[in-house]
Structures are given as C-alpha cells and as structure tokens.
Nanobody, 118 residues
Framework: QVQLVESGGGLVQPGESLRLSCAAS????????MGWSRQAPGKQRELVAT???????NYADSVKGRFTISRDNAKNTVYLQMSSLKPEDAAVYYC????????????WGQGTQVTVSS
C-alpha cells in the first residue's frame, strides 16, 4: 500500500535543530494522513505529529511549539522540522501512514535514529 523510508537523523547537541525526511511510495499517498512517531528505549511509542492530506496538523504536547510537520505531495515526501532539541527527544523516529479503514497509524518505515547529547 505505502512504503516509507526515513532519513535525516543524526547526533546533535541540546538546543540544536534537525530536519527529518520521509520518502513515500504508493498511489494513495496524496490522500493519506501521515505522521511521525518516536520510540526510545524503555519508553512507549509516541505519535508526535500528524498531517492530513489537506495540510491540517496536530502535535503532541511534548513537542508542540518546537516541531513542525509538513508534506509535499508532488514529491511524495513528509518532513519533520525539529528545533530546540532536548535529550528527552532522543529516539528512533518513524514516518507513519494512517490506515484509511481503521484510522490507526499502522504503517511505518525502518526509522531514523536521533541522538541528542553533549
């Protein structure tokens, strides 16, 4: 249905910024709500941002005001701009696609590692 490949992760210091990209393939991408989630060792998976096909966005309280999700349907790409990064933001970040039937974000890629440390 939808294949997702995340990139852009890396090592940054607290307070710095990072931009993640998600390359998607599949004929339904432009009509699919997309999101970014993260999973840190010992923590539950957290959906941090979503964006509808029309560009409406939502954010988890933990990242609100610091992260921005966007999409370019013509390029089949979703982005996550992360600013003012904190050590608590360190995790594997996944690009997620919403299941059009269940409404759950059940599709994701292999993830990209974000490390925030001095």
């Amino acid at each position: 249905q939808v294949q997702l490949v995340e990139s852009g992760g890396g090592l940054v210091q607290p307070g710095e910024s990072l931009r993640l990209s998600c390359a998607a393939s599949g004929s339904i991408f432009s009509a699919t709500t997309m999101g970014w989630s993260r999973q840190a060792p010992g923590k539950q998976r957290e959906l941090v941002a979503t964006i509808t096909s029309g560009g409406s966005t939502n954010y988890a309280d933990s990242v609100k005001g610091r992260f921005t999700i966007s999409r370019d349907n013509a390029k089949n790409t979703v982005y996550l701009q992360m600013s003012s990064l904190k050590p608590e933001d360190a995790a594997v970040y996944y690009c997620d696609a919403q299941d059009p039937i269940s409404g759950e974000f059940d599709y994701w890629g292999q993830g990209t590692q974000v490390t925030v440390s001095s």
